[in-house]
């Protein structure tokens, strides 16, 4: 009987502190700094061409500062990259990026930027292509606290750029981690 009790023992030991720890209210404040990995959906539209939505890997890096408790300011690159067959196609953008946290407390957040974008294919001997142009992006996710000062972060993110006769938008799906 004592041997079925100790896992039971130990998961509790484990678990009670978590739980205290996850229950104080969030804190925000001064510079922080974040990155992420995850798989994204790359879709593709253009003048004559049919590029149907490829996964792949894609990650991303923010930083910024806090306005208030529930508002921060910062930049954030965004990126997705695919090689198949020889071609390397990545997407990415650089954008000016607002975080709203509607509870202060909470750890819920939406964010939204704008700025630019880059889409490129290198088929090495075969020729590359680079285009640049617009890009908005749009996500929420939660900061599920681990530490004083450190995050575990999901989040969904959808980003979109206009490029000259066409346009490209990713949807990821991505866990990261943020230092307050």
């Not at 020889?86 to 946290?101: I, P």
């Not at 889409?119 to 617009?134: H, K, N, Q, R």
Request: aromatic letters at 12%; proline letters at 3%; charged letters at 15%.
């Amino acid at each position: 009987m004592l041997r079925s009790v100790r896992p039971i023992l130990l998961l509790a030991c484990l678990v009670f502190p978590l739980s205290l720890h996850a229950q104080r209210a969030q804190t925000r404040e001064g510079f922080w700094i974040g990155f992420g990995f995850g798989y994204g959906g790359l879709d593709i539209t253009c003048d004559g061409c049919d590029v149907s939505r490829e996964s792949s890997i894609s990650g991303y890096l923010k930083m910024g500062g806090t306005l208030s408790p529930n508002l921060l300011i910062g930049g954030q690159t965004f990126g997705w990259y695919k090689e198949e067959s020889g071609v390397k196609v990545t997407e990415g953008s650089l954008t000016a990026n607002v975080w709203f946290y509607p509870n202060p407390a909470g750890g819920f957040w939406l964010t939204g930027g704008a700025g630019l974008a880059s889409l490129s294919a290198d088929a090495g001997i075969g020729g590359s292509d680079t285009e640049t142009g617009f890009a908005v992006l749009a996500g929420l996710g939660y900061d599920l606290r681990v530490g004083r000062n450190l995050s575990l972060v999901p989040s969904a993110t959808w980003q979109f750029a206009n490029f000259d006769g066409g346009g490209a938008n990713v949807l990821q799906v991505a866990l990261g981690i943020t230092f307050h």
